[in-house]
């Protein structure tokens, strides 16, 4: 099966007075119909940079100074703005983002958001297109979506807006979902509602979803496939329970011992040092500053990511030699 979205050598900078920053670094990375794919990392690791270079909503001093972004066959970054508005953002491929009252208009209704965003990119007439947003406000699970539809943002609870942005980015029914931290700030109850929601809608609809999130207990409960990143780059890919179950990165180790287990009677670990400046980083591998399996070569040349078997890849020299 060839994947919706292959992501190879991306690298996104920003461009600042006396410094550049390499967000993203060489990145490679794929997700393939109907899959739900985590990436996970640190925050400044790269996740929401890969994300808005994927739709090429970089804005200066930023820009994508390589790479290619294939999705549905095409390169993303070879393609007008005419054609990423009218066949790709908000049709082809949406995002979720963060916060979503701050994402929605304050002086439209939660309906008109949703019905604008139909009829701007599938066409139809102001009632086909009420219609069909009350239709995905009853799919996401809204109750009495009629009076929901004509609310503000402002009178609507975080878990309420978040799921009008799920209605809104799946109204088009889209190939690809990127949410962005989607549940982080939510109750713990709502959070699990969204999640269940959108296992849901993607054995309904069959879209391909990205989470980008720090929260590994997300990854663990909602996707198939887990990515982790570090310092702009993909340093380790595989199967959620393979993974977990056997990490081969030392970063990916030391996240998931970060994480509380009420199963064991065991403190979390937290990961000495910081992630690295992205205007300075260090020769070798980025992580051997914080690696206690750190050999020579780690600090001299930098590890590229290689296939483990399956899908299960690392860029690791330790994990290399140990394989040997």
């Given at each position: 099966?060839?994947?919706?979205?292959?992501?190879?050598?991306?690298?996104?900078?920003?461009?600042?007075?006396?410094?550049?920053?390499?967000?993203?670094?060489?990145v490679?990375?794929?997700?393939?119909?109907?899959?739900?794919?985590g990436?996970?990392?640190?925050?400044?690791?790269?996740?929401?940079?890969?994300?808005?270079?994927?739709?090429?909503?970089?804005?200066?001093?930023?820009?994508?100074?390589?790479?290619?972004i294939?999705?549905?066959?095409?390169?993303?970054?070879?393609?007008?703005?005419?054609?990423?508005?009218?066949?790709?953002?908000?049709?082809?491929?949406?995002?979720?983002?963060?916060?979503?009252?701050?994402?929605?208009?304050?002086?439209?209704?939660?309906?008109?958001?949703?019905?604008?965003?139909?009829?701007?990119?599938?066409?139809?007439?102001?009632?086909?297109?009420?219609?069909?947003?009350?239709?995905?406000?009853?799919?996401?699970?809204?109750?009495?979506?009629?009076s929901?539809?004509?609310?503000?943002?402002?009178?609507?609870?975080?878990?309420?807006?978040?799921?009008?942005?799920?209605?809104?980015?799946?109204?088009?029914?889209?190939?690809?979902?990127?949410?962005?931290?989607?549940?982080?700030?939510?109750?713990?109850?709502?959070?699990?509602?969204?999640?269940?929601?959108?296992?849901?809608l993607?054995?309904k609809?069959?879209?391909?979803?990205?989470f980008?999130?720090?929260?590994?207990?997300?990854?663990?409960?909602?996707?198939?496939?887990?990515?982790?990143?570090?310092?702009?780059?993909?340093?380790?890919?595989?199967?959620?329970?393979?993974?977990?179950?056997?990490?081969?990165?030392?970063?990916?180790?030391?996240?998931?011992?970060?994480?509380?287990?009420?199963r064991?009677?065991?403190?979390?670990?937290?990961?000495?040092?910081e992630?690295p400046d992205?205007?300075?980083?260090?020769?070798?591998?980025?992580?051997?500053?914080?690696?206690?399996?750190?050999?020579?070569?780690?600090?001299?040349?930098?590890?590229?990511?290689?296939?483990?078997?399956?899908?299960?890849?690392?860029?690791?020299?330790?994990?290399?030699?140990?394989?040997?």
């Amino acid at each position: 099966m060839e994947p919706l979205l292959d992501i190879r050598g991306l690298r996104t900078y920003f461009f600042l007075r006396h410094a550049v920053v390499k967000a993203v670094n060489d990145v490679h990375l794929s997700v393939f119909p109907g899959e739900m794919v985590g990436l996970v990392g640190e925050t400044g690791s790269g996740k929401s940079v890969t994300a808005l270079s994927v739709l090429r909503l970089i804005q200066p001093p930023g820009r994508v100074i390589s790479g290619e972004i294939i999705f549905q066959g095409r390169n993303l970054l070879a393609l007008s703005e005419a054609e990423m508005n009218n066949s790709v953002r908000g049709r082809a491929i949406t995002m979720i983002f963060q916060n979503p009252r701050s994402c929605l208009n304050p002086v439209l209704t939660a309906g008109t958001q949703i019905a604008r965003v139909y009829q701007t990119h599938c066409g139809g007439t102001t009632r086909q297109a009420r219609e069909r947003a009350l239709e995905f406000l009853r799919l996401v699970q809204i109750p009495d979506p009629e009076s929901v539809f004509n609310r503000y943002p402002h009178q609507l609870s975080g878990g309420m807006c978040q799921r009008v942005m799920i209605a809104m980015a799946l109204i088009c029914e889209p190939a690809l979902v990127i949410a962005d931290e989607a549940t982080t700030g939510l109750d713990v109850t709502v959070q699990d509602q969204i999640l269940t929601l959108m296992r849901e809608l993607r054995n309904k609809t069959h879209t391909a979803q990205l989470f980008i999130t720090h929260d590994l207990g997300v990854v663990a409960e909602t996707c198939d496939r887990v990515l982790v990143m570090y310092s702009g780059r993909i340093v380790e890919a595989g199967a959620v329970n393979e993974v977990y179950a056997r990490p081969l990165h030392p970063y990916t180790s030391a996240l998931l011992n970060s994480v509380p287990d009420l199963r064991k009677d065991s403190r979390p670990r937290s990961i000495p040092g910081e992630v690295p400046d992205p205007r300075n980083l260090p020769p070798g591998c980025p992580f051997h500053p914080r690696c206690d399996r750190c050999t020579d070569i780690c600090r001299v040349q930098e590890p590229i990511l290689v296939s483990r078997g399956g899908s299960r890849q690392v860029a690791c020299h330790a994990s290399v030699q140990t394989e040997e």
